[in-house]
């Protein structure tokens, strides 16, 4: 499968990646931030979240959100 490279800032559009097969793809829509994420230990750091779903799954909707890691231990709890 091929590789999916988000930038910094970027807004992903609707974006379709074709899997080992044909019929297997995955459509990602999402957004990355920078510093646009308060932490825990209240460091500003870059966020990303983005909603996929896959065409062998229909119906189901994956939300997946992150931080860039700081290295501060409050932030690892």
Same mark, same amino acid.
């Given at each position: 499968? %091929? @590789?999916?490279?988000? #930038?910094t @800032?970027? *807004?992903? *559009?609707?974006? $379709?990646?074709? %899997? /080992?097969? *044909? $019929?297997? +793809?995955?459509?990602?829509? %999402?957004?990355?931030?920078? /510093?646009?994420?308060?932490?825990?230990? %209240?460091?500003?750091?870059? *966020?990303?979240s983005?909603?996929?779903?896959? #065409?062998?799954?229909?119906?189901?909707?994956?939300?997946? $959100?992150?931080? +860039?890691s700081? @290295?501060?231990?409050?932030? +690892? +709890?």
């Amino acid at each position: 499968m %091929g @590789g999916l490279v988000l #930038s910094t @800032g970027m *807004a992903l *559009a609707q974006t $379709t990646v074709t %899997g /080992n097969t *044909a $019929t297997d +793809k995955v459509t990602v829509s %999402g957004k990355c931030g920078h /510093n646009t994420y308060t932490t825990v230990s %209240g460091t500003v750091t870059d *966020a990303i979240s983005f909603t996929y779903s896959r #065409s062998d799954q229909p119906g189901y909707h994956y939300r997946v $959100t992150g931080f +860039k890691s700081t @290295g501060w231990a409050e932030d +690892k +709890k």
